[in-house]
């Protein structure tokens, strides 16, 4: 079974750019979820989407995040602008519904200039 | 808010010791309790989890758990480390609510170092 595929690995940017994040899920998997993880500290959810639905975004910080799952299987997260804050990996991961365990891509490291 | 919390940052053993990893969460409902493991250069992977049934929960490569309710604890367990066990290890729990999971919650991790 092929896993989570995120691109890019690694992004540099400057502050204020904007940034986009791909994730392609597990086939079959109905639900994906976006994480950002600070060096130091455990993935954080940012957004979880059921198909092409939002299910939780309450700590997605909407002035500047964005995401979407248009189909219902691959989604973008964008950032714009980014802050020197920002910097993390971004996780995807996804499952077959909400209450079976997340399989996760290898990430898109993001580092702010 | 749910929080995870996991005792230690970093822990170094040699190879043949036993490891136990505390983690300790706050929420008083129905959990579903897991541990996922990150070895170096690789992605999240599930070690073990815990829906229901017997509190004692068996996963990968030796490992085992252990959900003592009264103590919102789900400590891991490894009576003889390896060398190929040197990896970061992230407790996570959700929350179920009127049957479903809600948002799962990591601990910060505890980093593992095996010296051979």
């Known amino acids: 079974e092929a896993g989570v595929a995120q691109s890019p690995r690694y992004k540099i940017i400057e502050k204020r750019q904007s940034v986009a994040f791909w994730c392609n899920p597990i086939?079959?998997?109905?639900?994906l979820y976006w994480y950002q993880q600070i060096l130091g500290q455990g993935p954080k959810l940012l957004i979880q989407?059921?198909?092409?639905?939002?299910?939780?975004d309450s700590q997605l910080p909407k002035d500047r995040f964005s995401a979407e799952r248009l189909k219902g299987v691959d989604s973008t997260l964008k950032i714009q602008p980014a802050k020197l804050e920002d910097s993390a990996v971004y996780l995807c991961?996804?499952?077959?519904?909400?209450?079976?365990?997340?399989?996760f891509g290898d990430g898109t490291r993001l580092s702010i200039l | 808010a749910q929080s995870v919390s996991q005792h230690n940052h970093h822990v170094i053993l040699s190879e043949a010791a036993s490891l136990e990893l505390g983690c300790n969460y706050s929420?008083?409902?129905?959990?579903?309790l897991f541990w996922y493991v990150q070895y170096p250069g690789q992605h999240l992977q599930l070690l073990l989890k815990?829906?229901?049934?017997?509190?004692l929960v068996k996963g990968i490569k030796g490992f085992e758990a252990e959900f003592i309710k009264s103590k919102f604890s789900f400590n891991l367990r490894k009576p003889s480390v390896q060398w190929s066990d040197t990896a970061e290890y992230f407790c996570?729990?959700?929350?179920?609510?009127?049957?479903?999971?809600?948002?799962?919650?990591f601990g910060s991790g505890t980093q593992l170092t095996v010296l051979p």
């Open positions: 929420y008083g409902g129905t959990v579903n």
């Open positions: 815990y829906f229901s049934g017997d509190p």
């Open positions: 989407f059921q198909n092409n639905g939002v299910v939780d």
């Open positions: 991961a996804s499952s077959t519904d909400s209450n079976q365990p997340q399989h």
């Open positions: 086939s079959g998997h109905a639900t």
């Open positions: 996570a729990v959700n929350q179920i609510s009127s049957g479903s999971a809600r948002q799962l919650t």
